[in-house]
């Protein structure tokens, strides 16, 4: 299993799989190989904490598997993370800040109508897409109701040229979706015309209810296997769907009781004990209630510093996740001055190995705490995080919701809960296909779903990255600022995992020098 996840021909039992190439990503599917081909119930935690074969099977001896049931019932009820943004949806009356577009480019040659019953296999294949969302107002349940599609209904639009064709873009991403109503998915297709030339799109435009980064993989992959198919006149042959997203909430609620939901509480509660509100400085006041409004400022780490940041990884056994992490917690010290800071990281929350292929809402907002960053150097700031990892990947059962709710966190509507800035890497959106390609939509969809958030991707021999933030704080001269602190941080970590956090600094030789002696250049010439 091992080999044929890393690529390696030939490892040792007691080879470390971060060593080796292993990675946060590989080591979910990993967990799900092992659980399905064993009698084992292996973790990503599993991965995380043991590390090599030898330790992970002398420890998983007798973890018994959970098998998630189909659930007999004529009503289901949303998943705790539906419900959030159900909440949040009618508490805005609607709002675009949980949309997940899509636009592709196909292919000249493509045959449309095949593409279309491609869409519609899928969306019969995962009920989550054709889904709606009620309030029951006598059992005061938010329940779903899955929708029979027998006719996919794709609009289609001819477009003149290139500047008509994003105004309409433009209207159709940000158009609020009625979730009572209808499902949270919208198809739409383009036919654009310019300079005597005509191109064809397909808009997919996701709401996060049903849809998150593992599942858009899983969507598009599959796409690309019933076209395949359907074009060449073969049968869809797609892996068996043991359950579907409305078993996994139905599961959901009653495995999170008694004993097991105790002790996920009882974690969150000491983790998240004496927490401060970070006061990250901004560039204009906190507006009274939370501004959706967003940009993002991208970039990339030039191939030397990404190949030293993953040597790094390898020699000393830790994720690349908690390196990168581990000089964002560096920059946000620096930037504020406090020694406890609280930051969110989203989790796959695909542990069990029937969730593998199933499309929904399972991502989970995990909060990360660090202490007395002062007192630390990088290499044990690093190696605590990677511990930290691991505990909370123990306890992510739990979703975020049911942890504010059980902490008692003080409502402000100005803010998010907990933490209001987010940390991610992953390799999400990176699928390729014969018929058609993605396209950047950044400049039509500009939403910021915290104050800060930095999103990194490890592409090959770059690592990439952008800095998403609410314009309601930031301007964008501050956060390419912040951008260029990031990467001078990562630049001297990587020189040396000894030094003191509290003696780093994140100034660059041109920031020093402005700073020192130009700024402080008051000496003056007098007569005598």
Not at 126 to 134: A, D, I, P, S
Not at 197 to 225: R, V
Not at 245 to 268: A, E, I, P, T
Request: aromatic fraction near 12%; charged fraction near 25%; glycine fraction near 4%.
């Amino acid at each position: 299993i091992w080999e044929s996840m890393l690529g390696i021909e030939r490892l040792g039992i007691d080879d470390d799989f971060f060593r080796i190439g292993g990675d946060s990503i590989l080591s979910i599917k990993l967990s799900h190989k092992i659980s399905s081909l064993t009698d084992f119930q292996c973790s990503v935690a599993n991965i995380f904490q043991y590390k090599t074969i030898r330790n992970i099977m002398d420890n998983l001896g007798t973890v018994k598997q959970i098998i998630i049931p189909l659930a007999e019932c004529k009503e289901y009820l949303m998943s705790f993370a539906q419900e959030r943004l159900w909440f949040i949806e009618q508490y805005e009356e609607g709002t675009n800040a949980y949309h997940i577009p899509t636009l592709l480019e196909l292919n000249d040659n493509i045959d449309i109508n095949i593409f279309k019953d491609s869409l519609k296999y899928l969306f019969n294949r995962h009920e989550v897409l054709r889904t709606v969302f009620k309030f029951n107002s006598e059992s005061f349940d938010n329940q779903t109701t899955i929708l029979d599609i027998s006719v996919l209904n794709i609009p289609t639009e001819n477009i003149k040229n290139n500047e008509l064709f994003r105004s309409a873009l433009d209207i159709e991403i940000n158009r609020v979706f009625d979730l009572r109503n209808e499902p949270p998915v919208r198809v739409k297709s383009y036919q654009v015309e310019n300079n005597a030339e005509t191109k064809q799109y397909m808009l997919l435009n996701f709401h996060h209810i049903a849809m998150d980064g593992w599942s858009m993989d899983i969507f598009f992959k599959e796409l690309n296997e019933c076209y395949d198919c359907l074009l060449l006149g073969r049968a869809i042959n797609l892996p068996t769907l043991d359950i579907q997203y409305k078993d996994f909430s139905m599961w959901q609620r009653n495995y999170l009781q008694g004993d097991v939901l105790n002790q996920q509480v009882n974690y969150w509660k000491e983790k998240l004990k004496d927490i401060e509100q970070l006061n990250f400085p901004s560039d204009y006041t906190r507006p009274s209630s939370i501004d959706y409004r967003g940009d993002d400022v991208s970039f990339e780490l030039n191939e030397e510093l990404s190949t030293m940041l993953k040597e790094i990884s390898k020699k000393k056994g830790y994720t690349l996740y908690s390196i990168l992490l581990s000089g964002f917690y560096i920059l946000l010290y620096k930037y504020t001055g406090q020694n406890k800071i609280v930051i969110g990281t989203p989790n796959a929350n695909r542990q069990y190995k029937q969730l593998e292929n199933i499309i929904g809402f399972f991502v989970n907002s995990l909060p990360l705490v660090q202490n007395d960053i002062n007192l630390k150097n990088i290499d044990k700031l690093i190696s605590e995080i990677h511990q930290d990892t691991v505990d909370a990947q123990t306890h992510q059962d739990i979703p975020f919701e049911k942890i504010v709710e059980e902490i008692k966190i003080e409502k402000d509507q100005s803010r998010h809960p907990i933490f209001q800035i987010m940390f991610s890497f992953q390799k999400f959106g990176q699928f390729k296909s014969d018929y058609f390609q993605s396209l950047n939509l950044e400049s039509n969809y500009k939403v910021a779903k915290y104050d800060l958030s930095l999103f990194l991707s490890d592409n090959d021999n770059i690592i990439t990255g952008s800095f998403n933030y609410a314009t309601s704080l930031f301007q964008h001269d501050t956060i390419e600022r912040i951008m260029l602190h990031y990467q001078e941080i990562l630049e001297k970590l990587v020189l040396n995992t000894n030094q003191s956090i509290a003696e780093l600094s994140i100034l660059s030789k041109n920031e020093y020098n402005k700073l020192v002696y130009e700024w402080n250049d008051n000496e003056k010439e007098y007569a005598c």
